[in-house]
């Protein structure tokens, strides 16, 4: 089994999703449903990273972001009508890079985000995404004043020639003032994302980077293998990278392990008591996502608008998008049935550090998860006890096979059968 399938951040993945017909009303999918997430997206980068294939598009100008702010606080009022309850207990900007918009933007992101969704911002965990360019003192400021908790950026590596390599052009002085910056804003917890696997990386630049990143001392860190994904700036070059990944995945993690960090899952990395206090839980609530690339899911329907990559449709959705005046419906989307919904919970569990408890899962499903899924394949990595299902460090490592191993034949076919665009 290659280390290296794909990265499974949510079961099905959009490519499986299909229009829905009949189209239901938001009103009739979040009945009797608990939303607990709040995701709001902006599609808006600086520019475009050559690893990246998230829904986001660059140079928009200041008028198309105001058209966006103005569809999303359309789109927030005719959601907020659709729940019947708004006791959200987690909350996220994401994108895109949420500090493409100015100081002004984003107060103006949080204030139609407050007003409309009915939500205190300051009183739940708050995490909000930026990068290098972007997380400048007075965006930062707006963040730290609107109660933000968490701040993640995207540095991927601290040599410039290995972020040249991977097709995103930034200077060290520009990240080490970005790290200053958010350091000094207050926000209580720093995630910094990296990269490993990238070309011309080796062990010891690696550590350099991993070393770099532990003078901020940030409270996480997450460690992304590089992937070569269709539409994507590197993906064009047609280009293959090595299982030398597996080996970097290894320093990393030995070397955060030995500087005191924990490991929550394959990618992240924390430093013990610093994580936010929340009553969100994936596998049992929903997830209310506000914006052209957000997805929203309850326990039966996960749902969004079109997805796309390339540049062309991503710009022509969001054009769609803007233009907009009519929210209540669920357009595209992936129906659970009983069985994805055990599948989901068991993806969502057993790639996490702490892995499944068969408690919760028998008081959701009741049934034992092992005797609903056939786990042999995975025994050598598969710890099981009568309270826990969970993967051992070696599984661990494995997380980007095992998981999509797990997925089911309707799904696999339905994201083979995708068109990328």
Known sequence: MRPYEGYVYAYPHKTAYRPLDPRPRLKEVWAGERPGALYVHIPFCEMRCGFCNLFTRTGAPEELVAAYLDALERQAA?????????????AAFGGGTPTYLSARELTRLFDLTERTMGVDLARIPLSVETSPATATPDRLSVLAERGTSRVSIGVQSFVDAEARSAVRPQKRAEVDAALDAIRASGVPVLNIDLIYGIDGQTPESWLYSLDTALGWRPEELYLYPLYVRPLTGLGKQGRAWDDQRLELYWAGREHLLAAGYEQVSMRMFRLPGTGSTTGYCCQTDGMVGLGCGARSYTSELHYSFEYAVGARHVRSIIDDYVRQDEFDLANVGFSLSLEERKRRHLIQSLLQGDGLSRRLYA???GGDVLADFALDEFGEWLL???????????GLAYSDAIGPALFSPEVRRLMEGYAAC
Do not use: I, N
């Open 78 to 90: 005719q959601v907020r009508d659709a729940l019947e309850e708004t006791a959200f207990t987690t």
């Open 363 to 365: 008081e959701r499903f």
């Open 384 to 394: 099981a006890d009568p309270a826990t299902v969970r993967l051992t460090p070696e």
